[in-house]
Structures are given as C-alpha cells and as structure tokens.
C-alpha cells in the first residue's frame, strides 16, 4: 500500500448514521477519521519493517525490494513520526467527578434547549435544525459515563435533566428516542440501583413524578417493529420498566394503569412471528399480575383472559419450536394462575372455555400438560372454586384426571416439572372437587374410586406411605437440627419454626395433608366399600389411624390463610368433623 492509497484509505463503515447533512462539520471529521486510520496503518507498516529487518532481509529479493522501498518507507516515515507528535501533544482525558458530571449536564440542557429553539423556529426546514440533532446525540452518548457513578443520580435530579430526557420521549426524530432510552435503560439498570440505594430513590423517585410509564407507553406506541432499531428500543423500554418494577414492586399498579397493560395485550396478540420482544412482553405481564389483586382485576376487565387462552390455545396440538417460545408459554400460564387468584376471573375463565382448554391439553400429552394441570389446581381450588368443580366434570374432566392420577407421567423432565409437583396438583384437583361438588356431580366422583376393585383407593394409599416416609425423614432432619442448636444454646423462636414448618411442607408435608384429606373424604362418603378399603391397606403396610389424625389436625390449623375467620372456624369445625367419624 504506498502513501497515496495509504493516504486515502477509509474502512467500511457499516450502518452508522453519516453526518452529510452537516456541511463544514462533516469536512472536520473525514479529516479525523483519515488521521486515525493513518495511525493504525502507519504502527502496522513499522511493526511489519521491524520483522523484516529481525530476518535479516530475507535474502537477495527482499534486499532488491527494500531498495525499490527506500523513498516510500522515507516518506511513511516521516508520517509516522509526525503521527507520534501529536499523540503525544493530545491532553489525557479528564477524569469524570461531580464537577465534570454538572458540566456535561448543562452542556445536554444547553443542546437540548438549541435543538427545541431551532425546531420551533424553522420547522419545514431540516437542514437548520439537523446538526443540533447531532451535537444533542453526542452529548446524550457522552451521559453513558453517568450510570456508572449511581451516587451522582441526585445531579440529573436537581438539574432538571430527568424532566428534560423525559420531554425528549416525544421528540419528532425517533433517532433521538433511541439513544435516549438507552440511557434511560443504563441508568435504571438493577446492579446499579443497588451500588446507591440513596440515589436511586432519587432517580426512581424522580421518573414516576415525570410520568415515565405513559411517556414510554406512548413512545412504543409510535416505534415501528419492522425497523431494527425501533425494534430495539421497544425492547431497551421493557427493560426500564422491569429494572423500576424490580426496584420498586408497588409500582406495578400504577405502571399497568397507565396503559401498559393494554399496551401489553395488544402486543401478545398481535399477529407477528414470535420474537425477542413478544417473549419480553410475557415476562412483564407475569411480573405485573404477581401477588397484586389490582393488575388481575384491570386484566379481566379488559377481556385478558380471553387473550391468554388464545394464545395458549395454539400450544394444545404443538409444542412449542424454542427455548424462548416454551419459557413465554410458561409465562402465560403463570400469568394466568396468578389471575385466578381472584375469584371474579374465575367466572370469565369459566365463561372463556378455559377449562374445555386444560382438558384438551391434558389429553393431548404435549408439553402443555404440566402447566395446563397448575391452571386447573388454581381455578378450582376454595369454595370459590365450586362452578369450575361442577363443569369439569360436566365436560368428562373425571376421565382426564385419573389416569393422571393413576400414573405419573415419564416424560415430564422436558418441561422442568417434577414428579412431587405433578403429585401435588393432581391430588390438589381432586380434594378440590372433593370440597366443592354436590348431588350428582359428587356420586360420579366418588364412584370413580369403587371402579376396578378399588385401584384408585391403592393409588391413594399407595401415595400415602411414599409420602410419609418422606415427611418422617425430614422430621428427624429437623429434630436432629433443633437439638444441635438447643445443645448451643440457640433460642428457637417463632421465625425458625416457621422455616422448619415450611422445609416440612417442601418434603413433602403438603402433599401428604391433601392425601389424608381424601382419604377421610372418601371413608366419610358413606360408601362402605371405601372406608374398609382405607383402613385394610392402612394395618397390611403398618399405617395408624392416628397419625391421620394428627397430619389433619395440623392441616386444619393452618388453614383458610387470607379468609376470613368466619371462613376459617368453619372449615377447621367441617375437617375435624371428618377426622372424629375416620
């Protein structure tokens, strides 16, 4: 390559934006841009004439060559020198402090200002306002540095550069919108919230007064998907909005008010090919709908369970093709299990078909049985539960339900379910029923266990002893780390009880209380066949009677959490009843 092509050498530059529009500004930078290459090529050439000159020449050619190269080495030469110079001349950067940060912020208010000043002032004409535009993405890029130094956020607050980057979210040039969530997405970024907690009370603090969420709304409202960039500035926006969410879970309420649950359920339907944003979606709607009665009572007011079981219908007859597909699948579910946790969307499950939905997906043996199983267990537990109960079995639920009960099925590591867990909601469904169901619906139940010889009945006891040994094992786990502790001199308060109670319910205890529940429903039927069944099997193995007992006495302490006491006197006084006639 001689001094010429040496000279006027630019590398591709891919998609970054040109600065045409700029006139004698984009003179400037050409010139910088071909000052830099220079300095990459002429180290590269030195480096190469060093090697060659370690060879010793190389031989007689590479001497002839070297020769023919004198005058052109002699001229990179001098380049190359002239290019030290000025490095050396080049003053260090400055380092970024308080006082550093304050300046930038006032140069991004001044630009920003500019930018506003000349868009006014001559709005038919880009050219006029298209540098500022420029200057104000530069200086916007240059604010990166900020969300490294968490403890700074109070400057953009007191700067009024929070309201300033909010104003920018509805700025005309959605190329400004880009960089600007960016920003936004660095600066929210949970790993730096947590470095200064002070500071970011501040910042988040700050957004929510500025009405972020609608701004963002109203943003990606406005972003077309088929644009990459617009694409990923959807994408950078959910991420702000789950970095605030993680942040500050009270939020969620005002957040879906503010239009983005609507917003995020006409996204997931709308009918575009499964991508990164759509799986983002999902993620965020089941963020919203945990543990927050508000955002299930907005998402069934605006017909949400309809759009969750649409969607969830394609997975009845295919599984899905991705990883990334399967984990939104699975945060539909979840996002649906959380809205039955509310009684007045049990009804609109109901009238959805939704229950039609599960038992389909049952039967079809795809991956969407695991989930479809969780869903049934969530609409059909507590009284609340009792017309879900009454239409399972109207529809043949019965049908569907026992032979899961009967078998556990094999292939369920594909979906990340264990055995306990399909064990649990399928018994979960069927004390349900057991609790809900009246007249005739109940006598259809109850025959399913007097079918073939009682095989039901087995399976149950069957289950009841796996269980109990698992529970016993843990309890002597327990017994065994309350002693050590006690022999330390460790006091047992209310909080380690509570955590020991909970590892009992994780082993197993939960499942077990469900099982004995049935077992005292059934014998209680008053279906002889069913009672004596029970109890042969239980002095065959060694069981007790009176272990039953206590499992249920227990159960019945600590149920009907969140009801009300009316509720819960009840249904300890019906449980005990049950136990006394065992």
């Known amino acids: 390559m001689d001094v010429g092509e040496l000279l006027s050498y630019q590398p ?35 480096t190469r004439h060093r090697d060659v000159a370690a060879a010793g020449g190389g031989g007689m050619e590479a001497g002839v060559e070297m020769r ?53 002032k001559f709005p038919d004409n880009p050219e006029k306002f298209m540098e500022s535009e420029l200057d104000l993405n530069d200086i916007i890029q240059e604010m990166h540095v900020i969300a490294t130094m968490p403890d700074l956020y109070h400057l953009l607050v007191e700067l009024n550069s929070v309201h300033s980057l909010l104003g920018l979210l509805s700025h005309e040039n959605t190329d400004i919108l880009s960089p600007v969530v960016d920003l936004l997405q660095e600066l929210t970024d949970i790993d730096t919230l947590h470095e200064s907690e002070e500071g970011a009370e501040v910042l988040i603090d700050a957004l929510l007064e500025g009405q972020v969420v609608a701004l963002l709304v109203q943003n990606m409202e406005r972003l077309d998907e088929q644009v990459k960039e617009e694409a990923d500035g959807i994408y950078n926006t959910l991420a702000i909005i789950e970095n605030m969410a993680e942040f500050r879970p009270g939020l969620c309420t005002e957040a879906a008010q503010q239009g983005l649950m609507q917003w995020l359920l006409k996204r997931i339907k709308a009918k575009m090919p499964f991508d990164a944003n759509k799986l983002y979606c999902s993620e965020i709607l089941a963020i919203l709908l945990q543990n927050n009665d508000n955002t299930r009572e907005l998402l069934g007011e605006m017909d949400g369970i309809d759009v969750l079981l649409q969607q969830l219908s394609v997975f009845k007859r295919h599984n899905p093709s991705t990883a990334e597909e399967q984990e939104m699948m699975e945060n539909l579910f979840d996002g649906l299990c959380s809205c039955l946790m509310l009684p007045a969307n049990r009804d609109r499950f109901l009238r959805g078909e939704g229950l039609q939905l599960m038992n389909l997906m049952l039967r079809e043996k795809k991956m969407s049985r695991t989930s479809a199983l969780k869903v049934l267990d969530h609409g059909m537990i507590g009284p609340e539960g009792s017309d879900n109960c009454h239409k399972f079995v109207d529809i043949l639920g019965l049908r569907t339900i026992f032979p899961l009960f009967m078998k ?29 169901l009246k007249s005739q619906q109940r006598s259809r139940l109850l025959n399913k266990f007097t079918e073939n010889d009682c095989e039901k009945v087995d399976r149950l006891m069957e289950l009841h002893f796996k269980y109990l040994e698992a529970v016993q094992q ?64 239980l002095n065959l193995r060694g069981g007790s009677v009176k272990v039953v007992r206590h499992i249920m006495r227990e159960y019945a302490e600590s149920i009907g959490d ?9 249904e300890r006084k019906r449980i005990m009843d049950l136990v006394d006639n065992f």
């Open 12 to 46: 591709d530059r891919g998609a970054t934006r040109g600065r045409e529009e700029d006139g004698g500004a984009a003179g400037g930078e050409e010139e910088f841009r071909v000052t830099k290459q220079l300095k990459v090529q002429g180290v590269r050439e030195m």
């Open 68 to 120: 023919d190269g004198d005058e052109v080495t002699g001229d990179k030469k001098k380049i190359l020198e002239k290019l030290m110079d000025q490095d050396e001349d080049e003053p260090e950067a400055e380092p970024v402090d308080e006082s550093s940060v304050k300046k930038m912020i006032l140069t991004f208010e001044k630009r920003s200002y500019k930018n506003q000043e000349l868009r006014i």
């Open 408 to 436: 556990t099925p094999k292939k369920m590591k594909k979906t990340g379910a264990s055995e306990k867990e399909h064990e649990e909601h399928v018994c979960s469904i069927i004390a349900s029923m057991l609790r809900n």
């Open 474 to 537: 843990a309890d002597k786990r327990i017994e065994g780390e309350k002693h050590e502790m006690v022999r330390r001199g460790e006091i047992l308060d209310d909080s380690m009880e509570d955590e020991f109670y909970l590892r009992r319910l994780d082993a197993g205890l939960f499942v077990l209380q469900l099982i004995c529940y049935i077992m005292v429903e059934i014998s209680n039927s008053g279906i002889s066949q069913l009672q004596q069944r029970v109890h042969q099997i």
């Open 562 to 570: 969140g009801k009300s006491d009316e509720f819960k006197e009840a």
